[in-house]
């Protein structure tokens, strides 16, 4: 039962893998054309030779000679013209496939979002793209072509042998179980190693990954031995049975050439007994020798392709997972495709969890009036990221419902949402690109001098100056060069840049010192003239003249209104706001 169903899988499996192919269907004709010509080419030669030897050699004509070797010539120029397009084809195809591929696995990326990038570590994302991709590829541009050409190979010769000569079809196939037989040890541990290959590669380039980004964190605590012991570890788990799978591997290539020479004594054997008794001519003998060869080799090659298949399907699996996961957030088919234009934001009863059971905001209900300042504050852990994180619907609710302009956020093309916000995360991600082009990120047709002038409003004109070659300095990847402080001056140059209508600040000014703050409060101030603003602040100081501040505890809110009102009511907001003037101290 669990066989059966491990076959049925693998087979729905093979067939998703190959369903790559379908957009290229005449290609892929033309394609098989060719692996046919060549197979009849190669089956053609020894025929051909063995009528040489046979009859046209015997009858010492040399016009009928130079006859046939134009023949065997015209023959091998066409199993050269069609080897040529045969890989000249496989190259295009493949390319085409992997191509397909790439751009399916990168949508899915991005419409799995924001909630897969925080659930799933970003060393085993990129091992996905890396090992799974590299590995399930090789179907398309090796395994499959090599199948259906070794499957012919193996079919149309022992076809003719079998109606002609089969005892030579019994030759080879001797040497064929044998091979089988001794290999099947070899495959089952081949399977077995490249099995644990396979899940050990994950959690390697999970550490590879960790070692690169977390370098000052373990410098920092002394934690480069243990780090590096354990990075050794990880990389053992994968080291070790990829050395076994190479192993069994090598092992089974030997074992070719030994079963190859099984049959090609027993081909001796029968047929120079054949020959000596006068039931089969020389020319005829090397023909069917030839033939068997090619039976030989198709069997032995097919039966290499099968468990790397098999291998190739491990990491197709990931991949056909990857792409049938359901996003946490998608688009109803009739959201309403509609330009919003107000920008209220309206809690109804919302609860989340982002597991099960786990509640993280419980019954939250409040209205931000379009172009009114709200600030979120509230001790670390209790959801003020996770609010945020639901107005821009990078998830869902679990109950309740939030309104942008008076529309459930879930009834809106994601598109026309989004356009409407800036966001401003805690941690910036810069590209690898210039400055100029991670700014440019919030309006790709922005001009340069409105780049600048969002630089300039963002506090980041000076600095950027300063920096080897301006606005095209191009900054490392995760902007490494470039301080916390800097970056999110980027961040919010890119926001300012974009001139959303709803403006979600996450901590946007955390790393900055006051008196950059205070300029770009300026700078936020007057864009947020008649926008709707909403900020997760820590300093609470920077909130005093907002018109409404949201007080979450544990999830829940707690207290509302103005900082007077609410420094009046000296309840949590003030106690928060006691101990930050206490640190300020
Ligand atoms: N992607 C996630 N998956 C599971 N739990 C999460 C996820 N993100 C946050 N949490 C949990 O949700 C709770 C609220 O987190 P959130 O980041 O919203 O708090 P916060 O008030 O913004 O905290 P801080 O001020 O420290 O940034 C925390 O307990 C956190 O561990």
Redesign the pocket.
């Known amino acids: 039962m669990g066989k059966q169903f491990e076959k049925k899988e693998m087979l729905k499996l093979y067939l998703w893998t190959l369903s790559y192919f379908k957009p290229f269907m005449l290609l892929t004709f033309v394609y098989v054309l060719c692996g046919g010509a060549m197979i009849f080419g190669e089956v053609l030669i020894p025929r051909r030779m063995g009528y040489l030897i046979d009859h046209v050699l015997p009858m010492k004509s040399t016009n009928i000679l130079i006859n046939q070797i134009f023949i065997l010539g015209g023959i091998v120029l066409l199993i050269l013209l069609a080897k040529g397009s045969f890989y000249f084809l496989e190259q295009i195809i493949s390319n085409k496939i992997i191509k397909n591929q790439q751009t399916d696995l990168m949508l899915k990326l991005q419409k799995l979002g924001f909630?897969y990038y925080?659930?799933v570590p970003t060393g085993q994302i990129l091992s996905l793209f890396e090992n799974a991709v590299r590995e399930t590829q090789q179907t398309y541009t090796f395994l499959f072509p090599q199948f259906i050409y070794c499957l012919a190979q193996f079919a149309v010769p022992s076809i003719i042998l079998i109606i002609e000569e089969p005892i030579f079809f019994v030759a080879a196939m001797i040497g064929n179980i044998i091979y089988v037989f001794l290999n099947q040890r070899a495959n089952k541990k081949i399977h077995h190693y490249l099995g644990v290959e396979t899940k050990a590669a994950h959690v390697s380039q999970q550490s590879l990954y960790d070692a690169i980004v977390a370098t000052n964190e373990l410098k920092a605590m002394g934690s480069k031995e243990w780090f590096i012991k354990k990075t050794i570890e990880d990389f053992n788990q994968f080291r070790i049975p990829r050395m076994w799978s190479t192993f069994w591997r090598h092992f089974r290539f030997t074992t070719v050439g030994l079963t190859l020479t099984i049959s090609i004594v027993l081909f001796y054997l029968f047929g120079l007994d054949l020959v000596k008794n006068g039931e089969l001519l020389l020319g005829e003998f090397i023909g069917y020798g030839f033939l068997m060869g090619l039976v030989s080799r198709g069997f032995s090659v097919f039966f290499y392709i099968i468990p790397a298949q098999y291998h190739a399907l491990n990491y197709a699996k990931q991949l056909y997972e990857f792409m049938n996961l359901e996003p946490d957030v998608s688009e109803d088919k009739n959201s309403l495709d509609a330009q919003l234009d107000s920008f209220d934001v309206e809690f109804k009863n919302v609860s989340f969890s982002?597991?099960r059971d786990?509640p993280?905001l419980n019954n939250i209900s409040f209205k931000i009036t379009s172009g009114k300042k709200t600030a979120i504050v509230?001790?670390?852990?209790?959801?003020?990221?996770?609010?945020?994180?639901l107005i821009g619907r990078f998830?869902d609710v679990t109950e309740g419902e939030i309104a942008v302009g008076g529309h459930d956020i879930k009834q809106l093309k994601l598109k026309n949402l989004r356009q409407n916000f800036g966001y401003v995360f805690?941690d910036t991600y810069l590209f690898h690109l210039s400055i100029k082009d991670n700014i440019k990120f919030g309006k790709p047709d922005a001009s340069d001098d409105e780049v600048m002038q969002a630089a300039k409003r963002a506090n980041a004109h000076q600095f950027i100056m300063e920096t080897e070659c301006g606005y095209d300095t191009v900054v490392g990847e995760r902007g490494i060069r470039l301080s916390g402080g800097q970056k999110q001056r980027i961040s919010i140059a890119r926001m300012l840049l974009k001139e959303p209508q709803i403006i979600l600040l996450?901590?946007a000014t955390s790393a900055l010192d006051n008196v950059t703050e205070a300029a770009i409060k300026q700078s936020l101030n007057e864009l947020s003239e008649g926008r709707t603003l909403i900020t997760?602040a820590?300093r609470l100081s920077t909130i005093m003249e907002y018109d409404s501040i949201i007080v979450?505890e544990a999830?829940e809110i707690v207290e509302q209104g103005t900082y007077q009102s609410l420094i009046d009511n000296q309840g949590v907001f003030y106690r928060l706001a006691m101990r930050g003037v206490e640190n300020e101290i």
């Not at 670390?380 to 994180?389: D, F, I, Q, R, V």
């Open positions: 909630s925080e659930k982002y597991k786990q993280i509230g001790e670390s852990g209790s959801g003020k990221s996770t609010l945020l994180k998830y805690q996450d901590e997760v820590h979450l999830g």
